[in-house]
């Protein structure tokens, strides 16, 4: 799962379980393409936390 859908799936939950995020959103977003519930927390897991810091700084850069 490319780095730009895994943030913007964390950051868009929607309280729903993570097989139906992922379900729906793959479903809009890339049809006929899906990602395993283990494979999206596999990529998860790779991700930074300072990543979420670098994009809250650069969006409240420009406010």
């Known amino acids: 799962m490319p780095l730009k859908d ?3 799936t ?4 929607r309280r ?6 992922l379900r729906n959103y793959m ?3 890339h ?3 899906k990602i395993s519930k283990p494979g999206y927390l596999k990529q998860r897991m790779k991700l930074n936390p ?3 810091n670098e994009i809250y700084r ?3 850069r420009s406010f």
Request: glycine share 4%; hydrophobic share 50%.
């Open 6 to 8: 895994l943030l913007f």
């Open 10 to 13: 964390m950051i868009n939950r």
């Open 16 to 21: 729903i379980t993570l097989s139906l995020e």
């Open 27 to 29: 479903k809009a977003v």
């Open 31 to 33: 049809p006929g393409r």
């Open 50 to 52: 300072r990543a979420f």
């Open 58 to 60: 650069h969006h409240s």
